[in-house]
């Protein structure tokens, strides 16, 4: 016999041995801790999701899933380690369009990664966002803003809470269907972005309908329409920009996925799958998204097909705004 011929015979038990206990390692799934990162600090839409989808996988799967704020780089952060962490189903990622997809379109030199560099376990939820104005303004509908802002070209501007974020690419997709010229103020997050909103020290603003809707209600700002293609059921009485007849394509919104580390075996994947399934039927945790303005997503979405339309249509926006590093 020849050598090669029986070392390759010599490791063939090894090579079965290995084998059976990734096999019996993927039967036993899952056997101890989860880990759900979230790439933002405790408080915020994505980590608020994050935590009600933890609690429930916990309760189905039958181990402690533990929610980690791994904040930083726009999400960045969170996702770079869940792209590269062991594909066991232990370490997983709560992630936002922001992180998945969006983050390596503006930034492709320092983010290493991108949304094909997952297996995505499924989608959770989707959030509108919603184009307001100061009260100072005095503009209080849609049709009132496109025909203010076009008279004065580079007069206003509008405020997101940070350069790259989907509130950002809502506001220049309502631009660029809009004809309008405007400038982008950036803010490092919500809170200043409320203030100078509230003081009127500037014109417009982009939120997520969850955090506008108390200022909202309050009378501190006012709404000027949603950025789905529908209205909300979470606020109903919000128009959608798209009833404008100028941004009857604008359709664009905030939405949360479930996400694990490339190469995840298949039985994983199938307990996740079913376990998250599971879990946006439970009428605790639909109240609960339904309640801060989520829609819960559909069951079974093809998330491969769902990322590459997305990530598309973003692309289209950054090109447009020539958003960069």
Do not use: C
């Amino acid at each position: 016999m020849n050598k090669p011929l029986a070392l390759a015979l010599a490791t063939l038990p090894i090579l079965f041995v290995h084998l059976g206990l990734a096999h019996a390692q993927e039967a036993a799934y899952p056997n101890k801790p989860i880990t759900v990162l979230v790439g933002y600090p405790p408080g915020g839409s994505t980590d608020l999701t994050g935590r009600a989808v933890a609690d429930q996988l916990a309760k189905k799967l039958g181990v402690p899933v533990v929610v980690e704020n791994a904040s930083g780089a726009g999400g960045a952060i969170a996702a770079m380690r869940a792209s590269r962490a062991q594909p066991d189903g232990y370490t997983l990622l709560l992630g936002a369009n922001n992180e998945i997809a969006i983050n390596r379109l503006i930034a492709p030199a320092s983010v290493k990664y991108s949304y094909k560099d997952f297996t995505p376990v499924g989608l959770v939820a989707t959030t509108p966002m919603v184009l307001v104005a100061s009260a100072g303004t005095g503009v209080k509908t849609a049709e009132q803003f496109l025909s203010t802002v076009k008279s004065k070209p580079g007069r206003f501007s509008y405020g997101s809470s940070g350069v790259g974020t989907a509130l950002h690419l809502a506001g220049e997709m309502v631009k660029d269907q809009g004809g309008l010229f405007m400038t982008h103020i950036p803010y490092r997050g919500v809170s200043p972005l409320t203030i100078d909103l509230v003081g009127g020290a500037l014109d417009y603003g982009v939120f997520v309908l969850s955090s506008g809707l108390p200022h909202i209600r309050s009378g501190k700002v006012v709404a000027l329409g949603v950025t789905q293609k529908h209205r909300s059921p979470a606020a109903p009485d919000i128009p959608a920009l798209a009833e404008s007849p100028k941004l009857k394509n604008l359709d664009i919104d905030v939405w949360f996925a479930l996400m694990a580390p490339p190469k995840l075996p298949a039985p994983i994947l199938a307990r996740l799958r079913t376990a998250l399934n599971e879990t946006l039927q439970t009428p605790e945790f639909r109240k609960k998204l339904e309640e801060s303005g989520s829609a819960i997503a559909p069951l079974n979405v093809d998330m491969a097909s769902f990322l590459e339309t997305e990530t598309a249509k973003y692309q289209k926006i950054v090109d447009f705004a020539k958003i960069k590093e």
